[in-house]
């Protein structure tokens, strides 16, 4: 398990990135919020223990930041215990906080719930036959030619593509891409899978989107 300690107090942080170590992790330790920002976005860490109050970027902008771009669980450390600070770590999507000062053995048991509470990282691009998802970088390509998708058109392959091989009812589909129920109509959904098959099936001989009458989609490569 990885870890990125951001702290600019050399106390705190070093203390940190010891005891972190100590207990059988593999800690990086970044002293500003660039610095941290930037290890975050490079490497791949399954915690990034935030503190608020930094140099040159605070961990607000830090966190915000990192969520343009990933998921990594954050556990946040604020000086005051004040609600609107917690409300607005949590807002901003931290996935925990911890108010300073605090006792290592409780950060080290909210660090493993946290990560026992992640989910499995998903691979960065999803292939299906010749298919291609970058989902970081929001990219689809077939046969290594690029394609370019709307946002929805994008939000309903990917869902596809997470869920290869599983036929996905309409309304599971409209629940999941418009984030709401069209039970009413449906329809909404035939045309947006309509559309992307114009984009993603209908040029290439092998068709990877099926419905299944009576029940919805399904991605999959038949041979
Ligand atoms: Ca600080």
Known sequence: MHILIV??????????????????FTADLARTGPDGLHLALENEYDLVVLDVML???DGWTVLQKLRERKQTPVLFLTARDEIPDRV???ELGADDYLVKPFAFAELLARIRTL?????????????VAD????????RVSRAGARIELTPKEYALLQLL???QGEVLSRSLISSQVWDMNFDSDTNVVDVAVKRLRAKVDDPYPNKL????????YLLEERA
């Open 209 to 216: 989107i099926h419905t299944v009458r009576g029940m919805g």
């Open 88 to 90: 607005r770590g949590l």
């Open 55 to 57: 140099p040159k970027l």
């Open 161 to 163: 593509a997470r869920r």
């Open 7 to 24: 702290e600019d107090e050399p106390k705190t942080g070093d203390y940190l990135h010891k005891g972190l170590r100590e207990s059988g």
């Open 115 to 127: 990560l026992r509470r992640a989910p499995a990282r998903e691979p960065d691009v999803l292939k």
């Open 131 to 138: 298919l291609e998802i970058d989902v970081l970088r929001h």
